[in-house]
């Protein structure tokens, strides 16, 4: 009888120490599974969407600032010169003024907003990869002009030059919009798949041997349009995703498991 209840006990002790290693495995796996299932590739092509919206929420936000400035600033030199001289030499003033910071500004974006190219070494070859500034960098270029170390002049300068750096900025988001609607979605989602299953930065040579035969400038370039995508030049050319990405999608994942669980609960 003893030596009966000593092998169920057994029994019990191994099935239990079965089912925690089991349990472990599962939640150590349970990104890698998820990766794998379609809730991934549903959040990166909703990331997308998601990123054609806040791009052209970003270039609305960019001109309605820049028009707000521009009557604030027009009708303020409009009203000093006016006054001190004449309508019409105001408004040559204003002309001149917002005309020549325009220009300069114009060709300060097509140098500063332009797509940074990198060299990198794939399969040991030499190549160049074209990156795209992140929307922070353009929203702090707008704004470079206010810098709080500059003169009274040079601050002076800087507002003027707050509203053709706000449009052009968002000239270039709105065409920006436009290649994120280009975005290539079954390679990015590769790509990304890549750099959630690393815990480092990802080389150039890992990426393109996950994608395949493919277009790797493209595909390099379409993630640089996501926001929360790391490019990093020392040490060679590699790819990272920012924190607040994987908790992004840590958030998105939780919230459809507990959808799924509420409709589990309603019989749905």
Same mark, same amino acid.
């Given at each position: 009888m003893s *030596?009966?209840?000593?092998?169920?006990?057994?029994?019990?002790l191994q099935? %239990?120490?079965?089912?925690?290693?089991?349990?472990?495995?599962?939640?150590?796996?349970?990104?890698?599974? %998820?990766?794998?299932?379609?809730?991934?590739?549903?959040?990166?092509?909703n990331r997308i969407k998601t990123q054609r919206r806040?791009?052209?929420?970003?270039?609305?936000?960019?001109?309605?600032?820049?028009?707000?400035?521009?009557?604030? !600033?027009?009708g303020f030199i409009y009203l000093v010169f006016s006054n001190a001289y004449s309508k019409e030499i105001a408004i040559f003033t204003i002309l001149g003024v917002f005309g020549g910071m325009g220009l300069y500004s114009?060709?300060?974006a097509r140098i500063d907003l332009h797509d940074r190219e990198h060299k990198a070494v794939c399969n040991n070859k030499k190549i160049v990869l074209?990156?795209?500034?992140?929307?922070s960098s353009v929203w702090s270029w707008a704004f470079a002009s206010m810098d709080p170390d500059r003169s009274i002049v040079e601050k002076i300068i800087g507002i003027a030059m707050l509203v053709? *750096?706000?449009?052009?900025?968002?000239? %270039?988001?709105?065409? *920006? *919009?436009?290649?994120?609607?280009?975005?290539?979605s079954k390679t990015t989602l590769n790509v990304m798949k890549i750099l959630f299953r690393s815990d480092q930065s990802v080389t150039v040579d890992a990426i393109a041997d996950g994608i395949g035969d493919v277009d790797l400038n493209k595909a390099i370039r379409d993630?640089?349009?996501?926001d929360g995508v790391v490019f990093l030049a020392k040490g060679g050319f590699s790819v990272?995703?920012?924190?607040?990405?994987? !908790?992004e999608f840590e958030a998105w994942r939780s919230a459809q498991e507990s959808t799924r669980d509420d409709d589990d609960l309603t019989g749905r």
């Open positions: *030596r009966e209840l000593c092998q169920t006990c057994s029994f019990v099935f %239990y120490y079965l089912t925690t290693i089991l349990l472990v495995q599962q939640n150590a796996f349970s990104l890698a599974t %998820y990766m794998n299932k379609r809730g991934f590739k549903s959040w990166v092509f806040l791009t052209g929420a970003a270039a609305i936000g960019m001109v309605t600032a820049g028009l707000v400035l521009f009557l604030l !600033e027009a114009w060709n300060q074209s990156v795209v500034p992140a929307t053709p *750096r706000l449009f052009f900025a968002a000239w %270039y988001t709105w065409h *920006r *919009r436009k290649d994120v609607k280009k975005i290539d993630i640089s349009l996501l990272s995703i920012a924190p607040r990405l994987n !908790e």
